[in-house]
């Protein structure tokens, strides 16, 4: 599984032959490896004419390109704020709450994500073969399919530890740019051009698989909801700059602390766990059917709907997995 972070064409539609070579090199003689876009077909021609890049179908010619595409910016950041408006307001007849909950258009985009890291991952898992997700940046939406596609497939990354494997490997040191997608919460009034919750759409999808999958991840709601909460703001600096680069320049590991070793400390560490998990070998599939995409409720309405039942439900599991 292989993340692009440029178009595989050059300036001005030039070839790049580096990247020829590289993917020919991936591929075994016979084989054929296949290239997810998260572009749509319509903006990938569009930025070809400007001088970006699709990939030339001869000069690739064991490489099926599939486009999926996943929106990344404005719209993606407006979805959010309209879901946001709409989950504070709980006085709404349930015809138009819901009504406007569809409007929003957030569950559609976390379909969309959860479709396409399934994609990747039955690419890899059933059809033996190897995958390159291409993106606009490859920081955004290549991110959010190469991590989901290896929570489905990789039992580890399903771990506590995995997990933050994970984020650490394929969000952070993969460069994306936290401080300019994550600068104000949706509520806010100022509205930032580059802007857009990719990371919480990778958090809403997880959640979906925890709640389809309620015994194969090791930890719980109160992880991602934490996470969610450091992105935005935060005294750890595990999510601050762009970039590493931006982190080495700024010291950010030799002035800041760790959330990670935060969250691994043993007083700590229980609150994130799952107590029903139960270690899965296999591939989770997930349902993807309008039915089995839910509102994450425990983050959407956690200011609007008391939480004290959960808790006490959750903690006695705890204490009755615990005693047995």
């Not at 997810?36 to 070809?48: F, G, L, N, P």
């Not at 486009?67 to 993606?76: K, M, N, S, T, V």
């Not at 290896?150 to 994306?176: K, M, N, V, Y």
Request: glycine fraction near 6%; proline fraction near 5%.
């Amino acid at each position: 599984l292989l993340r692009s972070s440029q178009p595989l064409t050059g300036p001005n539609r030039r070839r790049c032959r580096e990247d020829e070579k590289l993917l020919g090199t991936i591929l075994d003689e016979g084989e054929r490896g296949f290239i997810i876009d998260t572009r749509s077909a319509q903006a990938a021609k569009q930025a070809r004419m400007s001088g970006g890049g699709t990939e030339p179908k001869s000069c690739y010619p064991h490489w099926r390109r599939l486009h999926r595409a996943l929106e990344r910016g404005r719209p993606l950041q407006e979805s959010f704020i309209r879901l946001v408006e709409t989950c504070s307001e709980p006085s709404l007849s349930m015809d138009r709450w819901l009504a406007r909950l569809d409007g929003s258009r957030w569950l559609s985009h976390v379909k969309a994500a959860l479709s396409t890291a399934c994609l990747a991952a039955q690419c890899l898992d059933r059809e033996d073969s190897n995958v390159l997700v291409h993106g606009a940046e490859g920081t955004d939406t290549t991110l959010l399919v190469t991590a989901l596609a290896q929570l489905i497939l990789d039992p580890s990354c399903r771990t506590l530890e995995g997990f933050q494997a994970l984020l650490q490997r394929e969000w952070i040191e993969a460069g994306h740019p936290f401080h300019l997608r994550c600068a104000r919460s949706a509520s806010s009034h100022a509205r930032g051009k580059q802007e857009a919750p990719l990371f919480l759409l990778f958090l809403d999808c997880v959640w979906q698989l925890s709640r389809q999958f309620p015994f194969s991840l090791e930890f719980g709601e109160q992880l991602l909801l934490t996470l969610f909460d450091n992105a935005y703001a935060s005294s750890y600096g595990t999510f601050l700059c762009n970039n590493e680069k931006e982190r080495s320049l700024c010291k950010v590991k030799e002035s800041t602390h760790s959330l990670w070793a935060w969250l691994n400390q043993p007083e700590e560490k229980h609150k994130f766990l799952n107590p029903l998990y139960s270690h899965n070998p296999l591939v989770i599939w997930p349902s993807v059917e309008p039915q089995s995409i839910q509102l994450w409720q425990g983050l959407f309405l956690r200011w609007i709907r008391p939480s004290q039942h959960l808790d006490e439900a959750w903690a006695e599991i705890q204490r009755l997995v615990e005693g047995n």
